[in-house]
C-alpha cells in the first residue's frame, strides 16, 4: 500500500487480475491459439506479470507455453551516464527463440527505450518470427516509436508524475500507484 500522501491508488488487486485476463484471451485470439508462442518477462516487474500470464494462458488452453526472463542491464542507453555500478539480473531462456513469436511483458510501457534494449537483447538470442508487446500500464510520453499490442490500461501521467506497480510476489500488494512529484 502507498503510504505517500501525494499519491493515488488507480488499480488494485481485482482490476489488475481482469487486466492479465483480458490480455491473455486477446493474445490468444490474435495468435490463434499458442502454436510457436513463447512468454519472455523483462526483469523484474515484466516477469511476475509473464508468470501470471503464462499460468492464464496455459488454463485456458490446457496447454503448456515457454516463459523466458529478460535481464536488459547490459542493453540499456543510460548505463554509462549512471554513476551506480549496475545490478545484474539473470537473463534465463531455456528454448529457442528462431521463427517464435515472442511475447514481450513489462509492467509499464513509458518511453519505450526499455523495450528497444529488450528487443536488441532478444536478437542477441535468436531470431524471432515476430515480437509482440503486452504491457500492464502505458502512460504515454514516448521517445521512441515503440507501442504495446496489448495493453492493460492506458494511463495518461504528467512527466512530474511516477506510475508504480506492486505485485504481491515484490511488494506484498497487487495494485497501481500514481505518485506526484518524483
Known amino acids: ?7 493515488k491508488t488507480v488499480m488494485d488487486k481485482e482490476g489488475i487480475e481482469r487486466c492479465l485476463t483480458r490480455i491473455a484471451y486477446e493474445i490468444l ?21 509473464a508468470q501470471r500470464l503464462q ?7 490446457r ?11 547490459l542493453y540499456r542507453d543510460d548505463i554509462s551516464a549512471s554513476k551506480k555500478k549496475p545490478h545484474l539480473g539473470e ?3 531455456n528454448f529457442s527463440l528462431d521463427n517464435k513469436i515472442v511475447i514481450l511483458v513489462d509492467d509499464v510501457l ?3 527505450r526499455t523495450i528497444r534494449a529488450a528487443m536488441d537483447a532478444l536478437i542477441d538470442f535468436g531470431r524471432p518470427k515476430m515480437i509482440q508487446l ?15 499490442d496489448f495493453v492493460g490500461k492506458n494511463l495518461p ?14 511488494n506484498g500488494v497487487d495494485e497501481v500507484v500514481i505518485e506526484e512529484g518524483t
Open 63 to 73: 496447454a503448456t507455453i515457454p516463459l523466458g526472463i529478460l535481464d536488459i542491464t
Open 110 to 112: 513509458f518511453t519505450g
Open 29 to 49: 485470439e490474435k495468435n490463434k491459439g499458442l502454436e510457436n508462442i513463447v512468454l519472455m518477462g523483462i526483469r523484474t516487474g515484466g516477469v511476475f506479470l
Open 157 to 170: 501521467s504528467s512527466l512530474w508524475e511516477a506510475v508504480r506497480v506492486d505485485l504481491v510476489e515484490k
Open 1 to 7: 500500500m502507498s503510504n505517500n500522501v501525494n499519491s
Open 134 to 148: 503486452a504491457v500492464l500500464i502505458d502512460r504515454g510520453h514516448r521517445e521512441l516509436p515503440i507501442r504495446a
Open 91 to 93: 537473463t534465463k531462456i
Open 55 to 61: 499460468k492464464k494462458m496455459s488454463d485456458i488452453e
